[in-house]
């Protein structure tokens, strides 16, 4: 029973996690009066090492979920599969990519234009997607009367 719960749980805590952090707070952020951009990297570092770290807790979670309790939902192994594959993507790639260039940027020094941040949000938005869907579709399929 908790896995199913789970199963339900985490793909909505994970959808409104990415959303409030990638959709909201980062683009405000750099709206506040006194941020600079070097502050603002700092802190977006931190804070994306941090979600990244919960995201791969939370993608465990849903594995775990999926192993004791097998979805009925078509497409679930699939999206989740996308899921992780982005996500492994902004672990080893981006994430990288994007911390050296902040480090640039903050010790003053002049970087060559570069399309991983809009890589990165691109890959966010994918996951932002599936995950309601996922959500969605495993508690609609919990919620049938058979």
Avoid at 21 to 43: D, R
Avoid at 94 to 119: K, Q, T
Avoid at 123 to 137: H, M, Q, S, Y
Wanted: proline share 5%.
């Amino acid at each position: 029973m908790i896995f199913r719960i789970l199963q339900i749980a985490v793909p909505f805590i994970w959808f409104g996690l990415l959303g409030g952090i990638s959709f909201l707070e980062t683009p405000l952020k750099f709206q506040a009066p006194n941020i600079t951009l070097p502050l603002g990297l700092e802190i977006g570092r931190i804070v994306f090492q941090t979600l990244n770290k919960i995201e791969i807790v939370l993608l465990l979670l849903m594995l775990m979920t999926f192993v004791k309790t097998k979805p009925k939902v078509k497409l679930a192994h699939f999206s989740l599969s996308v899921i992780a594959f982005l996500l492994f993507s902004q672990t080893v790639w981006l994430l990288p990519v994007l911390d050296a260039r902040a480090a640039d940027i903050i010790a003053g020094n002049a970087v060559p234009d570069s399309n991983a941040h809009l890589v990165y949000i691109v890959f966010d938005a994918i996951k932002f997607v599936l995950l309601f869907f996922l959500g969605a579709r495993i508690a609609g399929s919990y919620l049938k009367v058979e």
